[in-house]
């Protein structure tokens, strides 16, 4: 009889059951099985436990999606340990204090990070293992206990008494009892506002999540998900558990920095799902193959988009240039969500175009006031979410915690309304009105007016102190030509925008900041702005004076 998946690694073994010899794997050359992915999954399980890894203890992974991290993250599930992916874009003064708050058990990584761990600060009490794949530098002299990744995966049948024996090598390898209400993952925030936080996810937030996901996106075994988000972002951590546990094939891609192959791959592995955040879908508009392959397209039944707000005129112009029979799923969501809180029904694309859609089974949204009163249809609020997929809270942070989490559920900071058919509409964050000359302006509106000029890929827009206008605005853009400038643009905003909400400066670049997860790193593109040198940037500057 099948486990009713309540655990994270159910999805995993349940597959495995159903399809292992199932292709649920591809990444360039490598392709695995179910079988063969749950096989590796319980020998990293077998091995962690045969090192006294205890239920809790933590275990950081440092890799670059590949079949090690999918591997590393149910194997680290099946001991009962909590899974704690880390950015692959961290230098060891962000790296060091992360290490200290999570106090590791073990840390999972590859040669390609073997020279952040040796210049990172390891000596600590609770760290008793690094794995590295395919390792290759001497760690003589440095930390003691480093082991290859194949050694912890290609160990025999364990005999140690206390490790239960793996019938068929399918299910669970420890005899310790995992509770859905028990920690599974400490996911971090970007840190672009702040101190990044760890986001304390159960197995039942996740699990439950992932339920309601594959129940309104309609998933199944036939489904083939293209993933270009890395898997210690929430979202892709998400597209992983998701398509596993539909029994699905996940096709890998790490090089969207050349978009035209990742739109070849789509069309030759016959891709049937698409997702990525607004920056991905800029891109394949402006810089790939995506419009003059839709022909070929024809297996591609949906794309989705989650990872903040993307602008109508990108979404009219990816309805324009997508196959007929590809729907476009409009998501809403946060870390602190186990991934998703809305879904836009692709039925009502046209006409709900601007909104996020209504909240995801399971999940409740409420608009409410500042005394947390739930609003009326059409008025402004903060919403609020409740469900089983909320966090448990940031870890070691109960002062942030208390900050969003309350009666109410969890508060996003984003303010918004419902129309009155309940489809909810975003109009900013609560902290990011800027002030300009009395007038209180939402970045946010100026972004879409620019895009909508159709000059430009992408934009940020920010207010710089101004001594006498209180603050100004100013922008950054990527330009689709080099025959385009600050006036054009402001020339084309003017039909639509009032002066007072006017970028007094327009500066382009090759391409904005971006955090390694694709979504916009709105702190470094203030760095930029506040110096005129843009020193390590390859950029091309034409600004204009106010």
């Given at each position: 009889m099948e486990k009713k998946p309540i655990l994270i690694y159910h999805f995993l073994e349940n597959s495995a059951k159903k399809y292992p010899d199932k292709i649920a794997f591809i990444h360039e050359k490598t392709r695995a099985t179910y079988a063969e992915i749950n096989f590796k999954a319980n020998q990293l399980a077998c091995w962690l436990l045969s090192r006294s890894i205890c239920k809790g203890d933590r275990v950081a992974i440092i890799l670059e999606n590949s079949l090690e991290y999918v591997v590393s993250y149910y194997g680290i599930l099946k001991a009962g340990a909590v899974a704690v992916p880390l950015s692959t874009g961290l230098k060891p003064d962000g790296l060091n204090p992360l290490l200290f708050e999570i106090e590791p058990f073990a840390i999972i990584s590859s040669t390609k990070f073997e020279r952040l761990l040796q210049a990172s600060d390891l000596n600590l009490p609770s760290l008793k293992a690094l794995i590295i794949h395919n390792l290759k530098f001497d760690w003589s002299g440095g930390f003691n206990d480093v082991f290859s990744f194949q050694q912890t995966t290609d160990n025999k049948q364990p005999t140690t008494n206390n490790l239960p024996t793996i019938t068929h090598n399918l299910q669970q390898p420890t005899n310790t009892q995992i509770n859905p209400s028990d920690l599974s993952c400490i996911i971090y925030t970007s840190g672009s506002t702040g101190k990044p936080k760890g986001v304390m996810l159960s197995h039942g937030n996740i699990v439950s999540n992932t339920h309601s996901i594959c129940q309104y996106l309609k998933l199944s075994h036939e489904d083939i998900q293209m993933v270009v988000l890395p898997f210690f972002y929430v979202m892709g951590k998400s597209l992983l558990n998701t398509i596993f546990a539909a029994g699905g094939t996940l096709v890998l891609n790490n090089k969207f920095a050349f978009p035209a192959a990742v739109i070849n791959q789509m069309i030759d592995e016959k891709v049937t799902i698409f997702s990525g955040v607004p920056s991905t879908f800029a891109y394949l508009l402006h810089r790939s193959p995506l419009e003059k392959s839709r022909?070929?397209?024809?297996?591609?039944?949906?794309?989705?988009?989650?990872?903040?707000?993307?602008?109508?005129?990108?979404?009219?112009?990816?309805?324009?240039?997508?196959?007929?029979?590809?729907?476009?799923?409009?998501?809403?969501?946060?870390?602190?969500?186990?991934?998703?809180?809305?879904?836009?029904?692709?039925?009502?694309?046209?006409?709900?175009?601007?909104?996020?859609?209504?909240?995801?089974?399971?999940?409740?949204?409420?608009?409410?006031?500042?005394?947390?009163?739930?609003?009326?249809?059409?008025?402004?609020?903060?919403?609020?979410?409740?469900?089983?997929?909320?966090?448990?809270?940031?870890?070691?942070?109960?002062?942030?915690?208390?900050?969003?989490?309350?009666?109410?559920?969890?508060?996003?900071?984003?303010?918004?309304?419902?129309?009155?058919?309940?489809?909810?509409?975003?109009?900013?964050?609560?902290?990011?009105?800027?002030?300009?000359?009395?007038?209180?302006?939402?970045?946010?509106?100026?972004?879409?007016?620019?895009?909508?000029?159709?000059?430009?890929?992408?934009?940020?827009?920010?207010?710089?102190?101004?001594?006498?206008?209180?603050?100004?605005?100013?922008?950054?853009?990527?330009?689709?030509?080099?025959?385009?400038?600050?006036?054009?643009?402001?020339?084309?905003?003017?039909?639509?925008?009032?002066?007072?909400?006017?970028?007094?400066?327009?500066?382009?670049?090759?391409?904005?900041?971006?955090?390694?997860?694709?979504?916009?790193?709105?702190?470094?593109?203030?760095?930029?702005?506040?110096?005129?040198?843009?020193?390590?940037?390859?950029?091309?500057?034409?600004?204009?004076?106010?």
């Open positions: 022909a070929k397209l024809n297996h591609l039944r949906m794309v989705s988009q989650a990872g903040g707000h993307m602008a109508r005129s990108v979404k009219e112009a990816l309805r324009q240039a997508l196959p007929e029979q590809t729907q476009i799923c409009i998501m809403y969501g946060a870390t602190e969500a186990s991934a998703r809180l809305t879904w836009l029904d692709p039925n009502r694309f046209e006409d709900k175009i601007d909104s996020i859609g209504k909240s995801i089974p399971g999940t409740k949204i409420r608009i409410i006031d500042k005394e947390g009163r739930e609003v009326t249809a059409g008025q402004k609020g903060e919403l609020a979410a409740s469900g089983p997929n909320i966090m448990q809270g940031y870890w070691k942070d109960s002062d942030a915690t208390a900050l969003v989490l309350d009666s109410n559920g969890y508060h996003t900071g984003d303010i918004g309304h419902k129309d009155e058919e309940g489809f909810i509409y975003l109009s900013g964050r609560k902290d990011d009105l800027v002030k300009v000359g009395g007038h209180r302006i939402n970045p946010q509106e100026i972004e879409d007016i620019l895009l909508a000029t159709n000059l430009i890929i992408e934009a940020a827009v920010f207010g710089i102190s101004d001594p006498l206008l209180g603050n100004k605005l100013v922008a950054l853009a990527v330009a689709q030509n080099g025959d385009c400038t600050p006036g054009d643009i402001l020339e084309s905003c003017a039909e639509k925008l009032p002066k007072y909400k006017l970028p007094s400066r327009i500066e382009f670049i090759r391409a904005l900041p971006k955090n390694v997860n694709g979504k916009i790193n709105r702190k470094k593109c203030l760095e930029l702005l506040a110096t005129d040198t843009h020193r390590g940037l390859k950029y091309l500057k034409r600004s204009i004076g106010q």
